[in-house]
């Protein structure tokens, strides 16, 4: 059986020892994931992937191109940004600065999804001379 619970107040610690101290009893066995910070939104989500699109349009409409490799032509196949491309980047920040994390925006929490963004930003900023700067948006 699994049961998660949300400690965020007196009462809902207590009802948690509760459950854990009568589990544990009756079952002699416990398995308890402790994870502290709050995980990322759902609007916070939908921000990041408006986001990810809004910097994919802002690449292709200053024009700078992607290129992809395919074992089919001998060159580099130039292509416009799409909001995947530009997640691959975000994950790749992602991981290298919280290295501990699962490769998935999904493992984030709500404090580092402005610090990945500020990376990013910043990164686009300095490589684009300024032309791809786009603000994080507030809803999805």
């Not at 007196?10 to 402790?34: D, P």
């Not at 300095?126 to 999805?140: A, L």
């Amino acid at each position: 059986m699994k049961t998660e619970y949300v400690c965020n107040s007196e009462i809902t610690w207590c009802k948690f020892l509760l459950e854990a101290t009568s589990a544990f009893q009756k079952n002699k066995w416990l398995r308890v994931q402790i994870n502290t910070g709050k995980k990322r939104t759902l609007p916070q989500n939908n921000a990041i992937h408006k986001y990810l699109r809004m910097v994919a349009d802002e690449l292709n409409e200053n024009g700078f191109p992607a290129y992809i490799n395919s074992p089919i032509f001998k060159k580099e196949i130039e292509v416009d940004w799409t909001m995947e491309m530009v997640k691959q980047i975000w994950v790749t920040v992602q991981v290298a600065l919280f290295p501990d994390l699962p490769a998935s925006t999904s493992a984030l929490e709500r404090s580092q999804v402005t610090i990945v963004y500020d990376h990013l930003n910043r990164a686009f900023i300095d490589k684009t001379d300024g032309r791809v700067t786009v603000m994080f948006p507030t809803t999805g």
